[in-house]
């Protein structure tokens, strides 16, 4: 791995890009609600929910989806269930100068990495892993994590307990629909 002299200046080409804001309507955040709660429901169940016709429905959710809006839909696996209860966030912090670009790199190709955060503070990464036990996470962490070249420092936290989401998707929704009404009611003309 190379000594950088800007150890941020690759990120741009390993982390996502943030998309330009969808301007949605009432309508919108009504059909985003209902999918959160339920994505599987037909688009016929859809149109009953928000009371628009199924074309309409197609039609929204096809320009959700064209804007970035709807990133897709996935199923939700519950990893104990499949033999890996064992969640792991490490703490990675790189060496003077190193590049981060080139560890996220090499972490991203490792299958137990569920997902990877740069932060600010101390460290420079928080990386959440899914491993099967104790011997699944030291061999990931003697074979893999410590052979990354660039890492100066590691730090392992073991999750004691997994707290069921809320929904996520959906309570922001509620919001940013509670606010649009609130919004509107403070911009129409009061009665006297």
Request: proline share 5%.
């Amino acid at each position: 791995m190379a000594t950088v002299s800007a150890p941020f200046a690759g990120l741009a080409e390993v982390t996502s890009v943030t998309p330009p804001k969808v301007e949605v309507d009432d309508l919108d955040l009504a059909l985003l609600h209902a999918l959160a709660t339920d994505a599987r429901q037909s688009q016929r169940a859809l149109a009953r929910q928000v009371e628009v016709s199924p074309p309409a429905v197609a039609d929204r959710i096809a320009r959700l989806e064209r804007l970035g809006a709807i990133r897709g839909y996935r199923v939700d696996v519950d990893w104990a269930a499949l033999g890996y209860p064992v969640v792991v966030y490490i703490a990675v912090t790189a060496g003077p100068g190193m590049d981060l670009t080139e560890i996220i790199k090499a972490i991203r190709v490792l299958p137990e990495a569920q997902d990877m955060s740069v932060v600010t503070g101390g460290l420079d990464l928080l990386v959440r892993f899914r491993v099967r036990d104790h011997a699944h996470l030291r061999e990931l962490l003697l074979t893999e994590i410590f052979q990354i070249s660039g890492v100066q420092r590691t730090e392992t936290f073991l999750s004691l307990a997994d707290v069921e989401p809320r929904n996520f998707t959906a309570a922001m929704l509620e919001q940013m629909s509670q606010r649009r009404s609130d919004a509107k009611d403070l911009s129409m003309p009061r009665k006297t």
